[in-house]
């Protein structure tokens, strides 16, 4: 009978320490919510090189890793076209300034056939007016006064013509000239793209191709970017992005520095949502980055987005139906604030001093 009785006690006693180990009630504590997302490292103003002119690869000026300064060269290709259209238009330009105002222009056959045309024209209005003077005072046929006179006409209208000729052909010329000339300086413009130049001052991160190798309009050759500033690109599930705000504290985590927590800030949204993962990407930068950092750098972060010192919080899995909790008194619904992932802060419903149960 006593050992019965002590059984029953002691397992009341263990029944009512498990039901105290049940019971909480709500501490205060300061809570952090905040966005998760994945992260890569990326250079600052990466971009990817194309040519804009189809060749082969000569070679390449740089390695990979190599620093670079804006418009420095990268690579050659190779292409023999555009230097025959360069040399073609070259002579082509020759000629047309010879013919404008060189020892063989065609202006000055011209200009010679005018001034004889001149002299041409005085001679034949010289011997028109005489034979006029003549006519008014009877002396001389009426066909041979017509015929000086029609000598003169025929001598103004050719020297008109002549005239007439030299202005359009002048600028007949000086159009060719003009055209020739910027032919030439496209055809040079064309022979430089074969040079690919650096956009910015960075690093070359990649290099694609390998002498030889056949080069299109199509495919990127080379990767640059900043040698020392990094950003960190995040992607943001579309339900959380509406939290996510410029200048909010980051936290991140890198694979590769797994010990150490780094601290940045939201720089830039993307307004674009990436339809295959149904997420926003999101950019960061570092306040103090690591001394070493390569491209491609994976991790996760911790996107801040409320902080409160003096939260009064529940552990979440108190929380029945995602807003009541249990009390003596009953089922008791309550108003949540911010939430982590174990606790979340209650704002009414509950004081400090509520007894609340775990659910079975």
Known sequence: MKASLQICILLLVVLSCSKTQDKIQPSEMALTESVYS????????????????????????????AIV??????MEIINSTPKLNSQNAKLALQLAKDNYNGSSAVLESIRDEIEAAKLNCRNDSINYFRQKKLWEQQIGSKATYDNKKLSYQLSQNKLKLLQ????RTYNELKTAVGQAQNNYESTL????????????????????KEPGEIINTQEPLASIGSASSFVI???????????IEIKQEVLINLDAYRDRIFKGE?????????ERNQTFKVEATFHNPP?????GLSGEANIIIAKKDHALTIPKDYIIDSDKVKTVDGIQQITIGLQNMEYVEV?????KDTYIYKPE
């Open 164 to 167: 007439s000729k030299y202005n």
């Open 69 to 74: 300064v804006k418009d420095q060269p990268i």
């Open 347 to 351: 704002r009414s419903g509950i004081t």
């Open 38 to 65: 994945s992260v890569t490292i990326q250079p600052d103003s990466l971009y990817q090189v194309y040519a804009i002119v189809a060749g082969i690869l000569d070679q390449n000026l740089l390695e990979e890793g």
């Open 189 to 208: 413009i064309n022979t430089k793209d074969f040079t690919v130049k650096s956009k910015m001052n960075g690093k070359v991160y990649a290099l694609y």
């Open 233 to 243: 690109e995040m992607l943001v599930d579309e339900v959380d992005i509406v939290q």
């Open 291 to 295: 001394d070493v950092l390569y491209p």
């Open 266 to 274: 939201v720089s830039k949204i993307y307004p674009k949502k990436d």
